[in-house]
């Protein structure tokens, strides 16, 4: 099954109960704001309820990955219609809004913009047009990786270039190109098709995996850009790094090295 495949089918079976209302919203481990972030949800999007617990809720995206939100980044009863169900919806690219009323306010990448809403700064592309300008191709992949997430901050539980880990990175770059993929890495690890041990062989886009774990348990993903190098987001680099997996002499690349499970193809 391709991965577009098991994007429609996830789509298909999902019905939302509420709507993001902030540019992005935590979602935590437990019903309490102390505990861990363990991924975000961005703004325009749709959840489902899944429980209640006071004020939280614990929510399932597109991604089909629970988690709690506080109530206040969410919209619900009527006026939680999934802005999918408007025309021409916007995503953002990267932008500052303005609404009706002159209020701004920043969106990261792939937070979908309201319906009064237009870009004052930088840029935002209509959801009918995204697979003309981003399309499920391994070069354009890759470039958008570099570009999006260039000097992006590690941060655990992160999903855009405002800060992200590794699996969040992937998630976001594939899901821009048209492609709902799992949230964690392991997840990541268990689609597309075998494509070898040989890091010089890999093709662009493939994906590689690391494990640093004694039970070699996946926990951690890059996108191969060819020619042995990959970009990733790593702990070890405070963030964004592009890897030349050749270069012996880097301790970063030989620990990746020694780390190395395999990789996948996914398109």
Known sequence: MSVESQTLEVRSRVSYDAI????IAPMHAEPEVTSSMVSQQLGGHGVQIIEQEGEWFCVRGADEYDGWIHGGFLLRGPDAAPTTARRHVRISLGCVTENSLGVRRALPLRARLAADEMPVWGDAVEEERRSDRYPLAPDAI???????FRSTSYLWGGTTPWGADCSGLVQSIFALHGAQLPRDA???AELGMDAGRDIGELRTADLLFFSDRSDR???HVGIALGDARMVHLSLSRGGYAVEQLADRNDPVVDMLRKRFLFAKRLI
């Open 20 to 23: 993001v209302r902030t540019p």
């Open 186 to 188: 392991w997840r990541q």
């Open 142 to 148: 890759a470039y958008s990786a570099q570009e999006f």
């Open 217 to 219: 348990t996946v926990t």
